[in-house]
């Protein structure tokens, strides 16, 4: 690699890459809905607009040779429109023009969400059918645009997809603060029995498996059309995880219990009622969060260790100290 772009390069996520690509002597575009003058200061490239603006996109891809699309439009609520415009028109744009500019290799950041099929999921692997059913518009959107990847690659694309879960660690903007303010204001509850175990991938980890398969498609490519999950090294208790999160920063830890058919339930009618009413904020819970939160959901990592010589960078009980300490010199 030479010369990269990432798409929400200015994110969480895409900043550890662009900050590791940077480490390796790799000049960096990036591709994000605000200026980001610290990174224009390490030598960064950086392009305001979005991803839905086929035009800057095609002028992002110039004279590039490797394209992480990390861009997306998280959550799991909002209209399918929104979704549809920016994950997958989005994503057909930044195929388009790798397609057009010659560019070597696309990293497509997607999400365990595609194939997650309203049951238990333990040690899963890459065999496993998209989902058939989804209940938010997130993980619809990621199916479709991971299948648009893979039929690039088909037309001669190199590229692969990498789907990490739960993505945690310092600066996140996303997980950690949610659990904080919910946790604080008490308003969280074990979902199910508790039991559940889930992957958690730290921000280190997921960042370095991309440049890894980046790494790979340029040289041998056998990633190429191929997906891979990752996580840290072992699953998690969920709740326990979170509980000792909790400890860590003298928030009462979580005892109470609701059971999970009534969360379920109880978010079919809190959408129904949301949809109805035109709600743009989010339900207090959905479909979605309950089989999140009572469900396990880990996976194997066998292919990405075998294939791409993965291994985790920081471990998980590291990677909460880094987390603790960023949260405390931030709270200041």
């Known amino acids: 690699m030479k010369t990269a772009l990432v798409t929400g390069g200015g994110g969480f ?11 390796k002597g790799v000049h960096c575009k990036v591709v ?18 979005n991803i ?27 209209k399918w429109e929104q979704y549809y415009q920016t994950n997958v028109l989005g994503t057909r744009n930044v195929i388009s023009a790798c397609q057009s500019n010659q560019v ?6 997607s999400t365990p969400s595609v194939v997650f099929n309203q049951v ?49 660690g310092p600066e996140d903007p996303h997980l950690i603060p949610r659990l904080i303010e919910r946790g604080r204001a008490r308003k969280l509850k074990i979902v199910g029995d508790g039991t559940n175990k ?30 891979y999950f990752i996580g840290d090294e072992q699953p998690v208790n969920l709740w326990n995880w979170i509980n000792e999160l909790f400890k860590r920063l003298d928030i009462p830890v979580i005892e109470k219990k ?8 109880a978010g079919t009618i809190l959408e129904g009622i ?31 260790i075998k294939e791409l010589q993965y291994k985790p960078l920081v471990s998980a009980e590291q990677g909460m100290v880094n987390l603790i300490s960023w949260i405390q010199a931030n709270e200041k």
């Open 52 to 78: 839905g603006d086929g035009a800057l996109i095609q002028k992002a891809c110039k004279n590039v040779d490797t394209v992480f699309h990390v861009a997306a439009l998280a959550g799991i609520w909002g």
């Open 104 to 109: 070597e290799n696309l990293v497509y950041t």
């Open 258 to 265: 609701i059971p999970e058919k009534l969360a379920y339930t």
């Open 198 to 227: 889930v992957d958690i991938s730290y921000v280190d980890n997921v960042a370095h498996l991309h440049i890894l398969a980046a790494e790979n498609l340029s040289k041998s490519g056998s990633a190429k059309g191929q997906a």
């Open 32 to 49: 994000g809905r605000n200026p980001y003058p610290d990174l224009e200061k390490s030598g960064v490239e950086c392009l305001v607009g």
């Open 13 to 23: 996520v895409g900043r550890k890459i662009v900050s590791m690509l940077l480490q």
């Open 120 to 168: 238990d999921i333990e040690n899963g692997d890459e065999t496993m059918p998209y989902a058939s059913r989804y209940l938010c518009h997130y993980a619809r959107s990621k199916v479709i645009a991971e299948k648009e990847v893979f039929k690039a690659v088909e037309q001669g694309l190199k590229g692969c997809a990498i789907r990490p879960h739960l993505i945690w």
């Open 274 to 304: 949301y949809k109805l009413t035109g709600t743009e904020k989010e339900p207090p819970m959905t479909r979605f969060v309950a089989e999140q939160l009572s469900k396990s959901h880990y996976f194997s990592h066998d292919k990405a």
